[in-house]
């Protein structure tokens, strides 16, 4: 009779293992990833894409943009300096950030479920607020970002991510080009 309590006992533990969540998001600190957006306003629709280099450590990251014009965005969080090159006229301009480091936060982001994309498992998480709802979907198999949705009402923007490496760092990438100092 015992044993048979106790199979029941580690049924149960292993059914709420298989069903627990997995662990919510949380990006490195620093890395670098590829990736393509598409805002959709009111029927409009603009895209971007190029590579984004975040440091969390340093409070620094740059948006280096394919299209829809080529250029880099800097972002000195540390100075509250923004600086904008534009490659074609050798232009740069920069101005004061007045907003602070946008920190990835999952804390309160539920797990939705799993679902595929792009032939990739991805766990999907959502977060709903004041503002409209945001989802998040990683890869299963090694939680790196995958693609994330912002929806606010009339505005939607999908960021499709790709070649991320939790690995890379290069300090010289945040360095302000001559032109904008």
């Known amino acids: 009779m015992k044993s048979i309590y106790f199979i029941a006992i580690i049924?149960?533990?292993?059914?709420?293992?298989?069903?627990?969540?997995?662990?919510?998001?949380?990006?490195?600190?620093r890395f670098?990833?590829?990736?393509?957006?598409?805002?959709?306003?009111?029927?409009?629709?603009?895209?971007?894409?190029g590579d984004f280099y975040a440091d969390y450590v340093s409070l620094n990251e740059r948006f280096s943009?394919?299209?829809?014009?080529p250029s880099v965005y800097l972002y000195d969080f540390v100075n509250k300096t923004a600086y904008h090159y534009y490659a074609a006229d050798n232009n740069c301009t920069n101005y004061p950030i007045t907003f602070s480091?946008?920190?990835p936060d999952f804390v309160f982001f539920k797990y939705i479920g799993r679902v595929?994309?792009?032939n990739i498992v991805c766990d999907?998480?959502?977060?709903?607020?004041?503002h409209g709802t945001?989802?998040?979907?990683?890869?299963?198999?090694?939680?790196?970002?995958?693609?994330?949705?912002?929806?606010?009402?009339?505005?939607?923007?999908t960021v499709d991510y790709f070649d991320f490496d939790p690995t890379y760092?290069?300090?010289t990438i945040f360095w302000v080009p001559g032109q904008c100092r």
Not at 11 to 29: C, E, G, Q, R, Y
Not at 38 to 47: C, D, F, K, L, P
Not at 65 to 69: D, G, N, R, T, V
Not at 124 to 130: D, K, L, M, P, S
Request: charged share 20%; net charge negative.
């Open 134 to 157: 945001i989802e998040y979907f990683d890869n299963a198999a090694n939680y790196y970002p995958v693609r994330m949705i912002t929806n606010f009402h009339d505005y939607v923007i």
């Open 124 to 130: 999907q998480w959502e977060e709903t607020n004041n």
């Open 32 to 49: 670098k990833t590829g990736f393509r957006e598409t805002r959709q306003h009111w029927g409009h629709i603009e895209v971007a894409s």
């Open 65 to 69: 943009f394919f299209e829809p014009i």
């Open 116 to 118: 595929t994309i792009d």
């Open 169 to 171: 760092y290069d300090p």
């Open 11 to 29: 049924a149960l533990f292993l059914t709420s293992i298989v069903l627990a969540d997995p662990p919510k998001p949380d990006w490195p600190p």
């Open 101 to 103: 480091m946008r920190l």
